[in-house]
C-alpha cells in the first residue's frame, strides 16, 4: 500500500512540474530515462534525457535526494538533442531531477520532474548463493543414488 502512495504521489507530482513547462517552453523534454512517472530499481546512476530541439553545450543537471543532497557527480555530457549526466547510485525514496538547457538557437528554458526509485529486488543480494545451492543438492542427489545402486549390487540374487 506504501509503494502504491508513493508511486501515485510521485507520478502526481510529475504532473504538476512537467505539464505547465511543456505548454510555455519553445522546445522542451521529449524523453528521458528514467523519466517522469517512473519508477526506477535502486543503484540507477546515470540519466539520459533527449529534448525537442538541438542544444548549444550548456547544460545543469541536478538530481536531488529526499534530503536535497544534489547526487550529481561533473557535467552532464551534451551531443546534439540528447544530454547524459552521471550520478551517485540512487537509493530508494522520491528524487527530484531539475535541469536548465541552451538551445542553439539562444533560447534557455529549464524544468524537473520526480523520480520514485524503489528497492532492488530481493535476489539480487543473494542471486550468489544460487550456484552453491545448485552444487549441493546435485551432490545429495549423487550420494543417494550411488547408495542406492550399491544396495540393489549387494543384495543376493535369488537362483
Given at each position: 500500500m506504501r509503494r502504491l502512495l508513493s508511486t501515485t504521489l510521485g507520478t502526481a507530482l510529475t504532473a504538476l512540474l512537467v505539464l505547465p513547462g511543456?505548454?510555455?517552453a519553445h522546445s522542451g523534454l521529449s524523453r528521458a530515462d528514467p523519466g517522469p512517472g517512473e519508477t526506477a530499481q535502486a543503484g540507477v546512476d546515470?540519466?539520459?534525457m533527449d529534448?525537442?530541439?538541438?542544444?548549444a553545450g550548456s547544460a545543469k543537471v541536478e538530481v536531488r535526494d529526499s534530503a536535497?543532497?544534489?547526487?550529481?557527480?561533473?557535467?552532464?555530457?551534451v551531443s546534439g538533442n540528447h544530454l547524459s549526466v552521471r550520478m551517485e547510485p540512487l537509493k530508494q525514496g522520491l528524487h527530484?531531477?531539475?535541469?536548465?538547457?541552451t538551445f542553439d538557437?539562444?533560447?534557455?528554458?529549464g524544468g524537473g520532474y520526480y523520480l520514485?526509485?524503489?528497492?532492488?529486488?530481493?535476489?539480487?543480494e543473494g542471486a550468489s548463493l544460487m550456484p552453491w545451492f545448485y552444487a549441493v543438492g546435485g551432490g545429495v542427489i549423487a550420494?543417494?543414488?550411488?547408495?542406492?545402486?550399491?544396495?540393489?549390487?549387494r543384495r543376493p540374487s535369488e537362483e
Open positions: 511543456h505548454a510555455q546515470r540519466i539520459e529534448f525537442a530541439g538541438d542544444l536535497g543532497t544534489n547526487l550529481v557527480s561533473g557535467s552532464p555530457d527530484t531531477v531539475k535541469y536548465t538547457i538557437d539562444g533560447h534557455t528554458t520514485n526509485v524503489a528497492p532492488a529486488p530481493r535476489g539480487a550420494v543417494l543414488l550411488g547408495t542406492i545402486i550399491a544396495l540393489l549390487l
